[in-house]
Each structure stands twice: as structure tokens, then as C-alpha cells.
Antibody, heavy 112, light 109 residues
Framework: QVQLVESGGGVVQPGGSLRLSCAASGFTFSSYGMHWVRQAPGKGLEWVAFIRYDGSNKYYADSVKGRFTISRDNSKNTLYLQMNSLRAEDTAVYYC?????WGQGTLVTVSS | QTVVTQEPSLTVSPGGTVTLTCASSTGAVTSGYYPNWFQQKPGQAPRALIYSTSNKHSWTPARFSGSLLGGKAALTLSGVQPEDEAEYYCLLYYGGARVFGGGTKLTVL
């Protein structure tokens, strides 16, 4: 069955960096575009970024453009989100998603 | 900045029918926005229900259906069950970027 398992979350100070990973299994990872979506505590879903199946195109929400980078390694069936210049408002559970499936999320807390 | 608008809350009786809508600040929602719908229950990850306006995933119950209605994307639940009480989110495609709606809290009472 399809599994998406996020990792790499934790507590980081404002201005710091973090890299999230999402290990995919149960489907042909290299054939599908993948998303990162986040949810701040008690708030709704916010789309963060998308990468095409081959990594050729990447798209970002305005709120993270220039600070976050989405990437993938199809040989490792893994999706990444490099997060730099983190702010308090980036505090959220980060989910990877696609195709039609979601991981359980990893919590990122930005606090001094 | 593009805004996607959903009803903040709706209430429906068990066995009833309810329609949730999803509007775009850019104008009428068409199939080219590839509307997706997701369900999220407290403490759980979201679950995909509908993609590309009206297509169901293999796990989507038959009582859920997606459509375009009056310039908006719509999710209709027919024969609502108590377990359908949840938050529902739509997602629209804007030529690469996507935007979620604010969510509709559906209460089954």
C-alpha cells in the first residue's frame, strides 16, 4: 500500500534552517508530481510547494518563495523541503502529498 | 493575492443532502482549475476525496460527488452519515501554484 512518511521536523530558532524529507513507497514515485502542504496549529491547510514528476518544474506559495526549496531524488523515492530563514509564522505540521495520498505530517516549531 | 472562499460552517441532518462550494477571487471556477476536495477529521491527516472536479478516488464513498455549480466548484454529500462530520477543504490550480480554501466545518446533527 501507498506510504508517505515525513521526517526532519523539530524546534528551530527564527532565521534558522531545516530540511524535511518524505519517504515514499507503494507506488511509482518517479511518475508523479508531489506537494508539500502545511497546517498551522488550529488553522486551515496551506499549499506550500509542488514539484513535477521529473523535477523539471517547481512552484511555490508566495509566503515561502525565495526561502523554501522543494526537490526530489527519484532514485531514493524521497521528496525534500529545504527551509531557510524560518519565521515564527512557519510553525506548522508539514505534510507531503501525492498522488491522492497524504503522510501523517511532521511538526516544525520556529521559536526562540 | 488569490483567495479561495468556502462556507465557514454548515449543518446537516443525518440522511440529508448538503452542498459545499468553493469560489475563486479571480472569477468563475472552471474545469481548468482542476478542483480537488479533501476531508480532515480532528487529529488526522487530510484525506483526498475528489480530483479534477468530479473524479473519485477508489476509497471515496459513493455519497460524495463533485461538480461545477454557478461558477463555483461544489461538493455534494447525499445521504449524510454521522462519520461525515469533518472539515472539508477545496484546492484550486492556478497554472502551477495551488490555493486551498479556508475550509468548511460540516456538522451532522
Amino acid at each position: 500500500q501507498v506510504q508517505l512518511v515525513e521526517s526532519g521536523g523539530g524546534v528551530v530558532q527564527p532565521g534558522g534552517s531545516l530540511r524535511l524529507s518524505c519517504a515514499a513507497s507503494g507506488f511509482t514515485f518517479s511518475s508523479y508530481g508531489m506537494h508539500w502542504v502545511r497546517q498551522a496549529p488550529g488553522k486551515g491547510l496551506e499549499w506550500v510547494a509542488f514539484i513535477r514528476y521529473d523535477g523539471s518544474n517547481k512552484y511555490y506559495a508566495d509566503s515561502v518563495k525565495g526561502r523554501f526549496t522543494i526537490s526530489r531524488d527519484n532514485s531514493k523515492n524521497t521528496l525534500y523541503l529545504q527551509m531557510n530563514s524560518l519565521r515564527a509564522e512557519d510553525t506548522a505540521v508539514y505534510y507531503c502529498a501525492g498522488p491522492g495520498h497524504w503522510g501523517q505530517g511532521t511538526l516544525v516549531t520556529v521559536s526562540s | 493575492q488569490t483567495v479561495v472562499t468556502q462556507e465557514p460552517s454548515l449543518t446537516v441532518s443525518p440522511g440529508g443532502t448538503v452542498t459545499l462550494t468553493c469560489a475563486s477571487s479571480t472569477g468563475a471556477v472552471t474545469s481548468g482549475y482542476y478542483p480537488n476536495w479533501f476531508q480532515q477529521k480532528p487529529g488526522q491527516a487530510p484525506r483526498a476525496l475528489i480530483y479534477s472536479t468530479s473524479n473519485k478516488h477508489s476509497w471515496t464513498p459513493a455519497r460524495f460527488s463533485g461538480s461545477l455549480l454557478g461558477g463555483k466548484a461544489a461538493l455534494t454529500l447525499s445521504g449524510v452519515q454521522p462519520e461525515d462530520e469533518a472539515e472539508y477543504y477545496c484546492l484550486l490550480y492556478y497554472g502551477g501554484a495551488r490555493v486551498f480554501g479556508g475550509g468548511t466545518k460540516l456538522t451532522v446533527l
